[in-house]
C-alpha cells in the first residue's frame, strides 16, 4: 500500500495552544498536500508543498517537508475550536494524477 | 472558485438496489475525477480515477462491475453502485482537477450511503 501514515492519531489541545502532526509516506513525490475534513463533511485543501520546498506558511499553517526522510509535519499555531477536525497529509506522484492519504489525525481544540 | 458538488449528500436504501451518486464541477472543466471510499474514523482510499470520455481505471482490489463509473463531460462523473449490500455502506467522495497534473484536487462534499 502507498498510503501514508499520520501521528499521532488523535491530539487534544487547549485552545491557544500549537498542534503539530507529522505524516511519513514510503514513495518518492511530487507534492505533498494538508488537507481537513470536519466530521461527515468533504475534504478542505490547506496547502500544499513541492517535493523542492522545505518549508511553507500560511497564515496560521506552516508546513515543512523533509524528502531524505520521506516525512512532513503541519503545525497549526494559536489554535482555535474551529480548528477541530481531522487532518490528512496527501501525496503524488510525478506523471501521476491520483493522491495517496496518510490515515489522518484527528485534533480536538478544547475552549 | 473551484467548486465541486456531489449529490445526493446522504441515500438510504434496500440491499439489492443500486444508487447512483453524481459529482459535477461547478465553475470549471474537470478532464480528471477520483472517486474515494472512506470508512468511519478512516482515512480515504481512492477507488478508480475517472477521465473525460475514456473508460475509469479502478484500484487494485475494486470491482470495476460493482462499482460503475460515467465521465460522460467535462463537468459530470457518475459512480453507481450496483446491487449494493450492507458492506457497500460507506461515505463516498469524489474529487477533480481542472488540469492534469495540476493540484491540489477539489472536492465534494461527499455522499453518505447506507444499504439496510
Known amino acids: 500500500s502507498q498510503q501514508g501514515e499520520e501521528d499521532p492519531q488523535a491530539l487534544s489541545i487547549q485552545e491557544g495552544e500549537n498542534a503539530t502532526m507529522n505524516c511519513s509516506y514510503k514513495?518518492?513525490?511530487?507534492?505533498l498536500q494538508w488537507y481537513r475534513q470536519n466530521s461527515g463533511r468533504g475534504l478542505v485543501h490547506l496547502i500544499l508543498?513541492?517535493?523542492?520546498?522545505r518549508e511553507k506558511h500560511s497564515g496560521r499553517l506552516r508546513v515543512t517537508l523533509d524528502t531524505s526522510k520521506k516525512s512532513s509535519s503541519l503545525l497549526i499555531t494559536a489554535s482555535r475550536a474551529a480548528d477541530t477536525a481531522s487532518y490528512f497529509c496527501a501525496t503524488d506522484a510525478t506523471g501521476a494524477n491520483n493522491l495517496f492519504f496518510g490515515t489522518g489525525t484527528r485534533l480536538t481544540v478544547i475552549p | 472558485g473551484a467548486v465541486v458538488s456531489q449529490h445526493p449528500s446522504w441515500v438510504i436504501c434496500k440491499s439489492g438496489t443500486s444508487v447512483k451518486i453524481e459529482c459535477r464541477s461547478l465553475?470549471?472543466?474537470?478532464?480528471?475525477m477520483f472517486w474515494y471510499r472512506q470508512f468511519p474514523k478512516q482515512s480515504l482510499m481512492l477507488m478508480a480515477t475517472s477521465n473525460e470520455g475514456s473508460k475509469a481505471t479502478y484500484e487494485q482490489g475494486v470491482e470495476k462491475d460493482k462499482f460503475l463509473i460515467n465521465h460522460a463531460s467535462l463537468t459530470l462523473s457518475t459512480l453507481t453502485v450496483t446491487s449494493a449490500h450492507p458492506e457497500d455502506s460507506s461515505f463516498y467522495i469524489c474529487?477533480?482537477?481542472?488540469?492534469?497534473?495540476?493540484?491540489?484536487?477539489?472536492f465534494g462534499d461527499g455522499t453518505r450511503l447506507s444499504i439496510l
Open positions: 465553475d470549471f472543466q474537470a478532464t480528471t
Open positions: 514513495t518518492s513525490i511530487n507534492n
Open positions: 474529487s477533480a482537477l481542472d488540469r492534469p497534473g495540476n493540484q491540489p484536487q477539489h
Open positions: 508543498i513541492r517535493s523542492n520546498e
